[in-house]
């Protein structure tokens, strides 16, 4: 049993998601998508909605791309992923608006941003355009996931100590001093700055020169 | 709402920097900020295209896309007027003048994808800014952006010749904390021009 697992974790899917959630996050080891990641996460439920629409438009986005790898010619390849990222950010877009108006209004033009958000078109132009469609699905969903999470760690964390409530439910005490600072870009920044020496340090990333 | 177009561009520059309120354009904060000439060059060369971009889709967003009623497609019509702007503006400038391409050339690409170009023409639309106020939103907001990346990238370099920083901090860390006690100092002209 024990020998079997260890054969799997030489398997080609199953290290593709490894490196998507852990070895090679795109928030803390390539650190890109950094700016949805700060400017939606005061409320969890924003992250969530965020780590989803990004997640749906980086797998939709690698399979067609990855489908149509031996057609795009490389010279327009840019603008190809461009014309689907936005594509599909519009379904995200439309989506929002039609059943979380709330949601939809509290995010703003960051819904938008998505298309312009590196880890979509990190994924396409990395991986998706030299890969079969199966393992560029397994690597785009394993790379949404692990946005995802990171978004939700840093939204629970700014929500709890910035309004004292977890999807708008009290779990601070009526007492609680909200830190307003931590609900705007200040807080944001320097919790992101923690979040990646913890997180760098746990995952023994070597710091570029 | 009725705001002078001279305080939006003030505005844009300070109490709302679209880097240190907004969060937006991180990623060549974070890559290109190691040296004061490059973040310079950078600087210089979104000022231009984000200004340009801004101006261009203004006008196909009223000319073309108010009057067809097809605004849900204007995500797509944005980015790809960005990306053929950019391409033009490139080899303009490879044409008519080559050192301008040199100093400048290697930034342009990257300009394409970076969020605050896209961003301003998404603020402007969802603001309802006429033609006027886009162009000092536009410049006001890369101006902005450009002050940022030329102090992050000043204090980096001074902070990378003396500072002894911990493994984990180097590279991106040490810049995201950099950038919040800047954003910290740039709250402090919060309560001078209100936009929205």
């Known amino acids: 049993m024990f020998k079997k697992i260890k054969k799997l974790t030489y398997t080609r899917p199953f290290r593709i998601i490894i490196n998507g959630l852990w070895k090679d996050n795109p928030i803390f080891c390539m650190v890109l998508g950094i700016c949805s990641s700060l400017a939606i996460t005061n409320r969890v439920e924003n992250a969530i909605a965020m780590g989803l629409g ?135 920044f320097v919790l992101l700055a923690l979040y990646l020496w913890i997180m760098r340090t746990l995952a023994k990333v070597e710091p570029e020169k | 709402m009725n705001t002078h177009p001279l305080l939006i561009f003030i505005a844009a520059i300070f109490p709302h920097n679209i880097a240190l309120t907004y969060i937006l354009g991180m990623c060549p904060l974070i890559a290109i900020s190691k040296n004061l000439k490059t973040a310079f060059g950078m600087g210089i060369s979104v000022i231009f295209v984000v200004t340009l971009t801004a101006v261009i889709n203004w006008f196909v967003y009223n000319l073309i896309l108010l009057p067809t009623n097809s605004q849900i497609i204007s995500y797509v019509i944005f980015i790809i007027t960005i990306a053929a702007s950019v391409q033009l503006v490139e080899m303009l400038l490879e044409r008519f003048f080559p050192p301008l391409q040199v100093a400048f050339g290697i930034f342009l690409p990257l300009i394409t994808v970076n969020c605050i170009v896209l961003a301003v023409s998404l603020f402007m639309v969802l603001r309802e800014y006429d033609f006027i106020k886009t162009v000092c939103f536009a410049s006001g907001s890369a101006i902005g952006w450009a002050i940022t990346i030329v102090t992050v990238s000043a204090i980096k370099e001074k902070l990378l010749l003396i500072a002894d920083i911990p493994k984990g901090l180097k590279g991106p860390a040490i810049t995201m904390i950099i950038l919040g006690i800047l954003s910290l100092a740039f709250m402090g002209f919060g309560g001078m021009v209100k936009i929205r």
């Not at chain 1, 461009?82 to 995010?107: G, H, N, R, W, Y």
């Not at chain 1, 033009?109 to 990190?122: D, K, Q, R, S």
């Not at chain 1, 079969?132 to 699905?137: G, I, L, N, Q």
């Open chain 1, 54 to 188: 990004v997640t749906f438009v980086t797998v939709a986005t690698s399979v067609i791309i990855s489908a149509m790898r031996n057609f795009i010619p490389s010279r327009v390849r840019m603008i190809t992923y461009m014309v689907v990222i936005s594509t599909f950010v519009i379904c995200v877009d439309q989506f929002l608006k039609a059943f979380f108006p709330t949601i939809s209004e509290a995010m703003g033009p960051y819904v938008g941003l998505i298309i312009t958000n590196c880890i979509v078109m990190g994924r396409a132009e990395g991986f998706a355009m030299k890969n079969p469609v199966v393992y560029s699905f397994l690597d785009a969903l394993s790379c949404g996931i692990g946005y995802t999470y990171t978004l939700l760690i840093i939204s629970i964390i700014r929500e709890i100590l910035a309004f004292g409530t977890i999807l708008r439910y009290r779990v601070m005490p009526q007492t609680w001093t909200n830190w307003v600072a931590l609900a705007m870009a200040p807080g944001a």
